[in-house]
């Protein structure tokens, strides 16, 4: 563990130390959206899609931990491959990579119970590792990926520059990891979640006509699918992590693009015979 996490802590600055937002120019890839400690939900990505290397590249959109039992084992693969393949696999970062909110919903407990001697250091270098995510990523100038949303004055030549170390309440940074579409127009306050805010359709055409995009890919919502457009399909929302709140409640999903972008969905819903699948890669 410390192994790995702090190979990652080195080379996080080396690799991140392009702006806030990042930007690709890619042929396909593979779009995942939060995972929240389902390891079995990442291997079964993997078995249908590939693992990441240069011509199978991904993007994970934050909300790696919490709440599930295998936040740090998901870590570890993802820093890994990211080790691996600097240029082909890309974290975004999720509310949930906040060592406040770890507090709260499960992941600081996690990784104190597994690793009792190392632990206060390995969420202590995670932390720094966190804050060196970016908060966006951009596909061939045209497809936004971003965690939880904007707001009517998002402007991502702002967020390109913004000290992403330092999550202020009332930044651009709160909007992007905590926002959630709504059908009104408007933009009003995200009281349910105490950060970010609720921003309609005309939000999401300005913003998205402003910077000369088609799309905007956002995770952040468990949806019973896995996926769900809004806002006369600008808006799409992807969530990888099935069962979430019960066996059977929701499917998991994860998004395939070519150079057309229309988006390709594949779902999944982990079980008993889906282990058998992924038992190899384990």
């Known amino acids: 563990v410390s192994s790995v996490c702090g190979a990652a802590g080195d080379e996080t600055p080396l690799h991140l130390e392009h702006l806030s937002v990042y930007r690709v120019f890619w042929t396909t890839g593979s779009y995942q959206g939060d995972l929240h400690g389902h390891l079995e939900d990442l291997l079964l990505i993997f078995y249908k899609n590939g693992f990441p290397s240069a ?134 306050p995200n009281e349910v979640r105490g950060g970010g805010c609720y921003w309609g359709p005309d939000v999401t055409h300005k913003v998205l006509d402003t910077h000369k995009l088609q799309l905007l890919i956002r995770s952040h919502e468990c949806k019973q699918e896995g996926y769900e457009f809004c806002h006369n399909g600008r808006v799409l929302t992807i969530f990888s992590a099935s ?17 057309d972008l229309i988006p390709h969905f594949k779902q999944f819903q982990s079980s008993r015979s889906t282990r058998e699948l992924t038992l190899r890669q384990r």
């Open 55 to 188: 011509e199978t590249p991904y993007v994970f959109n934050g909300d790696f931990v919490d709440r599930g039992k295998e936040s740090i084992e998901i870590l570890l693969v993802l820093f890994a491959f990211l080790l691996l393949y600097p240029h082909d696999v890309h974290l975004n970062r999720g509310n949930h990579e906040d060592h406040i909110v770890n507090l709260r919903y499960g992941f600081t407990k996690e990784v104190l119970g597994k690793y009792q001697v190392h632990g206060k250091m390995i969420l202590k270098l995670l932390q720094k590792i966190f804050s060196w995510l970016p908060l966006a990523t951009v596909i061939d100038q045209k497809v936004l990926i971003l965690h939880g949303g904007i707001s009517d004055k998002t402007d991502l030549n702002v967020i390109a520059k913004l000290d992403r170390h330092r999550v202020r309440p009332d930044s651009m940074c709160l909007d992007v990891l905590w926002s959630d579409p709504m059908s009104q127009n408007g933009c009003v």
């Open 243 to 259: 069962n979430y709140y019960d066996v059977g409640s929701n499917r998991g999903a994860y998004i395939r693009l070519g150079p």
